[in-house]
Structure formats: C-alpha cells, structure tokens
C-alpha cells in the first residue's frame, strides 16, 4: 500500500490499493462517497472519493482518495479536487454544480449524477455488463476495444 500527501494549500491523501493484477484495459472510475459503500456525496463537499479499475473481467478497488479543503477558497476547492481526481475516466456523485462540472469535462473526466444515494457496487456491476455488452465508443477508445465489422459498412461506401 502507498500513501501520497500532496499540495501545501489542501491536504489530500491517496491510499493506493495494490490489485491481483489481473487487470489490463480498464475503466477508471471514482465514487463520491460518506461510507465507501454509496455513491451518497456532492462532488464540492466530498471529502473522499473511492476509485475502481473496472474490466470485462469485473472491478477493484484501485485506491481511496481523501481531501481536506478546509483552507482553501471556494474555486480552489474544485480545482484541487479535479486535480486529486487526475487519471479518472469517469466520476460518479449526488450532484455537482455547472462550472465545477465543466471544470470535470475540461479535465476529460465524464461526470454522473445519480438521483438518490445508490450502492457502489450495483453500478460497478452496471458498468461490466455494459463494457461485456455493446459500450459507446468513447468507452472503448480508453479501454482499447475493437469495435467489429459492420458489414453495413461495406454497403455505405459502395454507395448504396
């Protein structure tokens, strides 16, 4: 386990979770938790955000990333927090507000809101059904899917 303390205006703290290695070509995506168990936390008062490699082969627990904003003002808040969230492909919270959502996308990170706190693990499963499934590009370009021959293809080019 290796632990990073970082910036001298926030403190941000990142437990890193060594896997069994099995995975390869993964999703990495980052829960805005209270209790490690539920997706239950507003991206600008999260004060830990729980990260998962996830695979067509299933999902772990890649590592824990906790901040403390305290000493920071309000716009240095969600940078410090999009910069803990570095190497994220997508970010699931209760809610986030319009500019620290675009602050997100800038930061190539796809940002979810879910409705109502949700279980982390029902959206872990979500996510390798649909990566075993029929994924949206933009999913398998990060985790280097081929998408197969549509022989339809062969039919738009020749004009027909």
């Known amino acids: 386990m290796q632990n990073n303390t970082s910036t001298p205006t926030g403190e941000s703290f990142k437990i890193t979770v060594e896997g069994n290695g099995i995975m390869e070509n993964f999703l990495r995506v980052a829960f805005a938790t209270k209790n490690m168990e539920a997706i239950n936390a507003h991206f600008g008062g999260a004060k830990e955000f729980v990260v998962y490699n996830v695979s067509p082969k299933g999902y772990e627990v890649s590592e824990v990333i906790k901040t403390d904003t305290s000493t920071l003002e309000d716009d240095d808040k969600t940078d410090f927090r999009v910069r803990a969230l570095k190497g994220v492909n997508i ?70």
């Open 91 to 160: 970010m699931y919270c209760e809610s986030i507000g319009g500019t620290a959502a675009a602050k997100v996308i800038r930061a190539g990170i796809h940002p979810m809101k879910v409705s109502e706190p949700t279980k982390i693990e029902d959206i872990l499963q979500t996510l390798v059904t649909m990566i075993n499934g029929n994924p949206p590009p933009w999913i398998k370009n990060i985790i280097h899917m081929s998408t197969p021959h549509d022989v339809r293809q062969d039919r738009w080019a020749q004009g027909e």
